[in-house]
């Protein structure tokens, strides 16, 4: 019976041929419709002030007048803009905005309105945006550019369109500092004539870049309790379902650490190595268990219980030892059976090779150890060949009692010295063993 379990374990090892919490982010847009909160008329309203560079031209008609001062280049952009909540899911808010544009020579103010887009991430602290707009844009000269020509002809006023991108970055549930980058195109030019010559300066656009502080309105309820328990009261609450027992943010959120996306509440594996992909515990997943997680894997299809370095390949050698009762040699007589499927990997990896060398114990004459060396890996070898394995790959080998890993002045010795020796190696790469590893 011992032999029949010994004689399957073998084949079946040898040669079978065989985020995630439950918690619900809510962004900031769709708190009135989640949490039955009522939404402010105004969003947010942000006062701006940053450099500004104009885009002008010139043009010389039969010459052009002469003593003409160069239009200023170089100024600050002064904005104030209110946005305005337009519905729970609105993916576009509306918002007027009054800009001043301040050179040495002359003043631009803009009014315009337009619309908002704000990209909703999970980090509640970085709100990035995209707006538009449409306006008008008058000039106010200053000083005449030039003090011996008439002005014929100045417009003070043109068609205005604005475009914006930018940041928000929140210090609070309300205050935040504002990066953007302003675009503002208009056409607005002025004709100065004299002794029949002409000269034409033409404001173009400009470019503002802006820092300002921005004040988000919170939404009201008339009753602010706190519906999850989680110490974040209901309007100031970004995450209305935490989970009982969560720890949170300022905003109500539950906190990720490691931001694997699986919350500290579960999260088994605190800290997690950036960017590795996690199971529903959070922690880094290994798909092919062979010890070294996805995100360093090269060889992520490893076959299950092979040997494998740091990366997670199989080492280009590796060995294993299969012991035997005493003076046997079929394969139902081993007393050790290998942890992995050697035809299978064999299979798998063709280009390996395999080598067996047989020993045996000093027990009895040198001959016939010899003898039940050379049987046992010779068995070994045609059982490969029977399960597949072309006989070009298997080298076989016998030592008998010479040659043991140990000395045979023990039973525990002997017992050990009644094996097989199998190596997996290539030929095509340089020999690396497990300890070199």
């Known amino acids: 019976m011992t032999k029949t379990l010994l004689t399957f374990s073998l084949l079946c090892a040898l040669s079978s041929s065989s985020l995630f919490s439950n918690e619900t982010r809510i962004p900031y847009d769709e708190l009135g419709k989640k949490s039955q909160k009522i939404l402010p008329v105004v969003d947010t309203l942000s006062l701006k002030l940053g450099y500004a560079n104009a885009f002008t031209n010139r043009t010389d008609d039969k010459g052009g007048v002469s003593n003409i001062k160069e239009l200023d280049t170089s100024g600050y952009n002064f904005a104030l803009r209110a946005v305005f909540n337009n519905g729970n899911d609105a993916l576009l808010k509306p918002y007027i905005d009054f800009s001043s544009i301040i050179y040495e020579d002359r003043n631009f103010y803009i009014p315009s309105v337009g619309l908002r887009h704000d990209f909703t991430l999970d980090e509640k602290w970085i709100e990035p945006y995209l707006s538009f707009g449409a306006g008008l844009a008058y000039m106010n000269r200053k000083t005449s550019p030039v003090s011996t020509a008439e002005a014929?002809?100045?417009?003070?006023?043109?068609?205005?369109?604005?475009?914006?991108?930018?940041?928000?970055?929140?210090?609070?549930?309300?205050?935040?500092?504002?990066?953007?980058?302003?675009?503002?195109?208009?056409?607005?030019?002025?004709?100065i004539g004299g002794y029949y010559k002409l000269t034409t300066l033409e404001d173009q656009s400009s470019m503002s870049a802006m820092l300002g502080l921005v004040y988000r309105f919170g939404a009201t309820t008339s009753t602010d309790g706190d519906d999850d328990a989680d110490g974040v009261l209901n309007s100031q609450d970004y995450c209305i379902n935490t989970p009982l027992g969560s720890d949170v943010d300022s905003y109500g959120c539950s906190l990720d650490d490691d931001f694997d996306g699986v919350i500290n509440l579960y999260d088994e594996c605190k800290?997690?190595?950036?960017?590795?992909?996690?199971?529903?515990?959070?922690?880094?997943?290994?798909?092919?268990r062979d010890g070294v997680i996805t995100l360093y894997d090269r060889c992520p299809g490893t076959l299950e219980n092979a040997p494998v370095t740091e990366c997670g390949c199989v080492p280009y050698k590796f060995d294993f030892a299969l012991n035997y009762d005493y003076n046997k040699f079929k394969i139902e007589d081993m007393l050790q059976v290998p942890n992995f499927n050697t035809v299978e990997f064999l299979q798998q990896y063709?280009?390996?090779?395999?080598?067996?060398?047989?020993?045996?114990?000093?027990?009895?004459?040198?001959?016939?150890?010899?003898?039940?060396?050379r049987r046992r890996a010779i068995a070994t070898r045609n059982f490969l060949i029977n399960k597949g394995i072309d006989k070009s790959r298997i080298q076989v080998n016998y030592r008998g009692d010479k040659e043991t890993l140990f000395d045979?002045?023990?039973?525990?010795?002997?017992?050990?010295?009644?094996?097989?020796?199998?190596?997996?190696?290539?030929?095509?790469?340089?020999?690396?063993?497990?300890?070199?590893?």
């Open 350 to 373: 063709p280009k390996y090779k395999v080598r067996i060398t047989g020993f045996a114990d000093a027990k009895g004459s040198s001959k016939n150890n010899t003898e039940v060396s």
């Open 408 to 437: 045979n002045l023990t039973e525990e010795h002997r017992a050990k010295n009644r094996n097989i020796f199998v190596e997996f190696y290539r030929e095509d790469k340089r020999m690396i063993t497990l300890k070199d590893r």
């Open 152 to 191: 014929l002809d100045e417009n003070t006023y043109s068609a205005n369109l604005t475009l914006e991108g930018g940041v928000d970055f929140y210090l609070n549930k309300n205050w935040a500092l504002d990066l953007s980058l302003r675009y503002d195109s208009y056409n607005i030019e002025t004709v």
């Open 271 to 288: 800290e997690t190595i950036a960017g590795a992909p996690v199971d529903e515990k959070g922690c880094a997943t290994d798909r092919d």
